[in-house]
């Protein structure tokens, strides 16, 4: 077939969408199927590019006001419209309900092109970047049902990443048929069989049991929390944190580390390379931890799972999916820094509990391999 993967978000943007919309393009391109993807460009122009069997076209885009580190496209409604009467794919899948994919939609309604779309969306992932608002949040959020409802039921199919989330949806008046599938997992890339020393080398990280912290550093993801339970965790335990990511509040959670002169304990590596670098350093790690409320399944939980790692991570979400509270990891009490820190220490303390946890997620991960 051509397939046409629309998304808001690509390779070299880190989310989660990007990452499984690149697992998807290269999966179904690897079976043979012509595959395009239409997403953001990197600057104001429009361009195309090949990525092995994938074909990229990227329209022109500006910074999201909200999130500077993500591109969105301005009016894509020219640069769509001719990309789907050249390509003329027999199916489109898209990732997001705005902007390209919006756009993708229409043009595909008009072309009477078969449509599937996965919903990634969490409406506190919105509501989070607007607190001024929030007196008026229940109606916002009322709106955004609609919208959503008003896109989703346009389209033929619609999946979602997890049970959790597809069951919000049952309780609304969704009238496409839909079905809960994984985002998956590639387990051979995070399968714990690395040698990271020169990794610890390259980002002086000391020999001490290690809290690690992958996902964007944005104020919808709660990762204030999780300096906050980590220099609790520091009153109790000799252990050091690494943060992998990027986001605008990483300014702020610098400074809440020099407050508390935890300068030395605490290192920030940003983005690093997903395929190559970022499974070592998910093997350099003792325990995995994360206070985001909002996942619509957890790719960072998947691949901390499939590098063999204990978890903690809050009762919310669809985290609690992936997560049994005291098999492979342990669920905390949503925003209770004091909970989370707990949990943490609960199984750096113990080197034994750790590895047992460690080893459930590995088959519990089992399920959520990509290539099923």
Known sequence: MKIVIASESYYPTVSGVAVFSRYLAHGLADRGHEVHVICPATKFSNYDEQEGKVQIHRLRAIKNPFRPKLKVSFFPNKGVYDLMHKIKPDIVHMQDPTSICSEVLKTAEKMSIPTVIT?????????????WLKPFHPIIAKQLEKYLLGIYNRCDFITFPSKTISSQFDKMKLRTPSMAISNGVNLEQFFPNYNFETMKQRFIIPN?????????????????QVIKAFIEIRKQF?????????GNMKEKLINLIKEAGLDHSVRFI?????QTELPEIYQMATVFITAS????????????????????????GALPELVKDGVNGYLFEPNNVTDLANKSIEILKNKDLAKKMGETSLEMVETHQIEK
């Open 119 to 131: 919903n990634h969306f969490a409406f506190d992932y919105v509501l989070s970047y607007l607190p």
């Open 208 to 224: 001490k049991p290690i809290v690690l912290h992958v996902g964007r550093l944005d104020q919808d993801k709660n990762s204030d």
């Open 238 to 246: 000799d252990a050091f944190l690494l943060i992998c990511g990027e």
């Open 270 to 274: 940003g983005f690093i390379n997903h």
């Open 293 to 316: 409320t909002i996942e619509t399944q957890g790719i960072v939980a998947l691949e901390a799972m499939a590098s063999g790692l204990p978890l903690v991570v809050p009762n919310a």
